[in-house]
């Protein structure tokens, strides 16, 4: 049912609108953070924690208001301003300013999600085992494979403060029951020192992904990667894992696949992601100083994942790039056509421009 998000002020956060929907018993296709903004998320795609069953967040967007180059307060949808309205599905920020986003929720009182942490040191069992399990689970099940290295300063909790571990976060949103069994053999792939498994409303899961609240200095890469071989996890965790001297605060793998990979007829500019997995490193540059080893290791867990590359995903590229890398030729023609039509005098300059 579309709902419209009525922040209390600007911008609209996923954490203004996710509680509300789950007192209703209702999910948004939200990402791993509440303090993201709906619009940037959203306008770039949308990846969030029921996508393998539900798509890109951007593709349940059914109505947008925004104020045009031309300074006209604008509503697009499917059947006013079609152009425009798929354009803003996928092609990011060069079009307007949105001021407002409807979109469909999920009927989903209760989901089973949490995260299980193990020691560094069992990575690499851990890694292997989940991605053997990722195999045979159902499309409810969106799972995240990681490495962690909480950096030790008073900001990180204590029971994790300057402490690593390999990390499986699993989220299903059919049955919790079925859910549990599905994730029982993840319990048994090495000593279980935390365990957050649980059922719960889909506001439960909003600190899940353990993201900083606020702004913290960092740098980041990412690539969408084909299926992965045992052999990559051996690259990986050798290149980042423990012992390597990496103190990247993260390296995820995001198992993706299943309905991000169908296209729906009615689909935005962003109508699929191309791959089986979205890979994500992060480093914490507390000072200047830091910026060259974290840049080193994050080329390190690049290099370990780029003769699967598969291309990349909007939202988690955080420098200027090339922009075919996303969008095939007759899309980015589409989309150039369009922000011709809208913004011919390039008013919007966005973080990803679709002019190139
Ligand atoms: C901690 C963290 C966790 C994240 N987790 C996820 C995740 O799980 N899944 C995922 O897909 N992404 C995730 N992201 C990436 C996030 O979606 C992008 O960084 C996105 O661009 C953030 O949008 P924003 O509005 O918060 O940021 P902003 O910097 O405000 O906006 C980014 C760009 O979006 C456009 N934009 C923003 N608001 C508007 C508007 N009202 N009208 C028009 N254009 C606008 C502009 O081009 C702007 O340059 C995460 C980012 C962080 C920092």
Redesign the pocket.
Known sequence: MPQQAAPESA?A?WGDVVPKASELGLAALH???P???????T??????FYHRKHGL?CNRVTAIE?VTAGGEQIRVDAENEPDLFWALRGG???F????ALEFDLLPLPEILAGALLFPAEQASEVLQGWREWIAGVPEEMTSVGRLMNFPPVPEVPEPFRGKSFAVLEAIYCGDPADGEELVAPLRELGNVGMDTIQAQPPAGIAEL?M??PSPVPYTSESILTQELPASAIDSLVEAVGPGSGSQLVSVELRQTGAALSRAAQDAGALATLPGSFLAFGVGFVPVPEAMAPTRGWLGAFKAALEPYDAGR?F??V?ESFDITQIFAPDVLERLREVKQRYDPHNV?K???PVTG
Do not use: R
């Open positions: 911008p956060l990402g791993s953070t303090n993201v903004g709906i619009a940037g998320y306008l770039g795609g949308g990846v969030g967040a925004l990011g920020g060069s307007g300013v949105v001021t992904h993201d900083p995903y939202n988690f955080e919007f966005s973080n990803h």
